[in-house]
């Protein structure tokens, strides 16, 4: 293969061999779980090369989890914009409601593979952990999830789905009560069960070899995307949308988009309430380059070096660092991160309800927001949003926020 | 050099090391020197500074505790720092920094080096760095005059445990269970393994920790390493003292059932 294409193609060939996409990623864990990542890495790759894995995990994503997702061609939201083509590419129809079914499949399939039997994982919206027990169940695994307390208590629909299937939600009163002290406790967790447990980590952060093997399992979105816009359109997207908690969806959609230069790549965090650090998830902005949970990237910190809390109105960005792939890609300027405040976010999935009929999840809402401030400027360009979840999970936030709608009575007059 | 020179003064002495644990500003930056010249009167060869971090994913429940409350108190590296500056006016105890590796990278690993060997510490443990991602910060360390010391694990492959040697100066520290910092009813039985595979790879001293809290675990512990780690025990210590006097005696009094425990041992 040519490696000669130019900065596009160095950029689809990492990480490196030490799992760094440039200095970004890496390896900083305590050294009991260095050789437990190191079998995880030879196992991931000696699956990638197995055409009983991929065949497996291609018949489970198409005949289990839904795939492909369409691209709806989402004409009411681009007239009300002002004239922008909108496509979303619909990952909310995915079986459990989001994206992240795409690699806890790939995950759990080679959990089965190392014969490890128990499933621990952390949740933040508690998509990423209703999505692990619901593998766990399909492979009749034992399943444990970690999760903050305070994103119990916001995502209470979602503790209870996951324990219908039969997870044990395990609570974390530790720290911010959110997802960075859930992360923490699975990494507690594993370092103690190493050798019988998976850690199936929901994002695209975390040690080597889980930035990539995370991405990996979620390029389908992209290559999808990147066929079914060339026919619909017979070209490629002038920009494409995608919010970025850890990143998992947007790493997933962009990654098939990397060679072409010309496509957009806008990633989208949490701009919470405002600008002060602690109240809001945006790390470019706010960040500086860290550790955290096993690897280097941009990550909220304080001037001594302890990790900042966040806030957002979205569990599933509402996470101090970014992963390392999207903080390389935002230094060599092949994508840009911008972020989306709680009101914009809100508005924007008031706005996708009305016009489409569609209720995005709130972290989905922060990349649907984003294409919307920018659609002003936008008459004629093809837009991808990437709605990487559906809002159920998200109703009681939803009607605590628009207290009019609850407050209507009934309304009609009888 | 006090770290070789206190492991070759007890080899002559025919004991292990016993070596102590204790978060650097809990309960207060204040309370520190007084808890450090407590655990030398009881007979502890070596002190372990832990300096506080907001998300320290290898301790247990006690030591993130201590963690919390040493932030509350407004610890930062610096302080630590200081603290240990004020341990070293008067005593000669060897001083280990052991911390999370995002507040060294904030302070910076240049300065660091530079402003530990002022402050007369003796050696650097970062938790969260890996021999693999090591190559900067060693030589940096090192050159300043300060031990790197790397933790080795009952995981740890003898590929990885010969680079853990390499990267070592000082002590080799030896995670004697899988698991988070915390103490255990019982020993795992995979240290003696580790302990054994540790030797091939290195003449340096080996010291055990995690999951020891007790003078007969201690003994047990110092039959087959040079030194023994012992850290929350001490912590939980400080914890349930937190109001009143009296922490620095207890302090002492615990210290000194470990040592004598030791003193038994012929190594």
């Known amino acids: ?414 | 050099m006090r770290i070789s020179a206190m492991f070759e003064r007890l080899r002559g002495e025919g004991r292990p090391a016993l070596i102590a644990y204790i978060t650097a500003g809990d309960p207060s930056p204040e309370r520190t020197p007084a808890l450090a010249a407590a655990l030398e009167r009881g007979g502890v060869d070596l002190v372990e500074l832990g300096v506080p971090f907001s998300d320290p994913i290898a301790d247990g429940p006690v030591i993130q505790s201590a963690s919390e409350r040493a932030l509350s108190a407004g610890t930062t590296l610096q302080i630590v720092l200081e603290v240990a500056e004020q341990i070293r006016r008067h005593s000669d105890i060897p001083l280990l920094l052991f911390s999370y590796l995002n507040p060294v990278l904030r302070y910076g690993v240049e300065a660091l080096a530079h402003d530990a060997v002022k402050a007369g510490v003796d050696g650097v443990l970062l938790t969260d760095l890996t021999v693999e991602e090591a190559g900067h910060t060693v030589p940096v360390l090192r050159n300043a005059g300060l031990d790197t010391i790397f933790l080795a694990s009952p995981t740890s492959t003898p590929r990885r445990l010969e680079l853990v040697a390499r990267h070592s100066s000082g002590f080799v520290y030896l995670v004697s269970r899988t698991g988070v910092t915390g103490e255990r009813e019982s020993l795992s039985g995979s240290l003696e393994a580790l302990v054994s595979n540790m030797r091939k790879a290195t003449s340096l001293p080996l010291a055990a920790g995690f999951g020891i809290s007790t003078p007969g675990q201690a003994a047990q512990v110092g039959r087959m390493a040079d030194g023994v780690v012992v850290g929350s025990a001490f912590v939980r210590i400080i914890e349930q003292n937190l109001t009143g006097a009296g922490m620095e005696a207890k302090i002492e009094s615990f210290a000194r059932g470990l040592s004598t425990a030791l003193k038994g041992v012929n190594v």
């Open chain 1, 1 to 414: 293969m040519s490696t000669t294409i130019g900065g596009s193609q160095a950029l689809s060939q990492q990480p490196d061999a030490g799992g760094h996409f440039g200095e970004f990623g890496g390896r900083y864990v305590p050294e009991t779980l260095m050789a437990p990542l190191e079998e995880l890495e030879a196992a991931y790759r000696a699956a990638r090369q197995d055409p009983a894995f991929q065949a497996e995990l291609d018949d489970l994503l198409a005949n289990y989890a839904g795939r492909p997702t369409p691209l709806y061609h989402a004409r009411r939201l681009g007239e009300t914009l002002g004239g922008a083509n909108i496509y979303l590419k619909r990952e909310d129809l995915l079986h459990t409601g989001a994206h992240k079914i795409n690699n806890c499949l790939g995950q759990a399939l080679l959990a089965r593979r190392m014969g490890k039997r128990r499933i621990i994982a952390e949740t933040g919206a508690g998509q990423h952990g209703v999505a692990t027990a619901t593998v766990c169940a399909l492979f009749g695994m034992e399943c444990v999830v970690y999760m903050g307390e305070e994103d119990m208590r916001r995502q209470r629909l979602n503790v209870f789905r996951m324990r219908l299937l039969g997870a044990r939600v395990a609570g974390v009163a530790a720290g911010s009560r959110t997802l960075k002290d859930a992360i923490s406790e699975a990494m507690r967790d594993w370092v103690t069960n190493v050798s019988t447990t998976h850690y199936l980590l929901g994002s695209a952060l975390g040690a080597h070899p889980y930035p990539m093997m995370v991405r990996d399992f979620h390029r389908v979105i992209g290559e999808e995307a990147r066929r079914q816009i060339l026919d619909s359109e017979q070209r490629l997207p002038h920009a494409i949308f995608a919010c970025v908690g850890g990143g998992s969806n947007a790493i997933g959609v962009f990654h098939a988009f990397l060679a072409d230069s010309g496509v957009e790549l806008i990633g989208v965090e949490a701009g919470g309430r405002g600008q002060t650090l602690g109240e809001h998830a945006a790390r470019f902005s706010g960040g500086l380059p860290g550790v955290l949970h096993g690897c280097f990237s941009f990550v909220l910190q304080n001037e001594d070096g302890q990790i900042s809390p966040t806030h957002s109105v979205s569990a599933g960005l509402d996470y101090a660092m970014v992963g390392p792939e999207h903080a390389w890609l935002q230094q060599k300027g092949r994508a840009h991160y911008t972020s989306a405040t709680d009101d914009e976010a809100l508005e924007a999935a008031r706005l996708l309800a009305r016009t489409e009929g569609i209720i995005p999840a709130l972290e989905s809402a922060h990349a649907v927001a984003a294409a919307v401030r920018r659609a002003p400027k936008a008459k004629g360009e093809i837009h991808l949003i990437n709605l990487s979840g559906r809002g159920d999970k998200d109703i009681d936030i939803y009607r605590d926020n628009f207290v009019e709608l609850d407050a209507q009575g009934s309304d009609y007059a009888h």
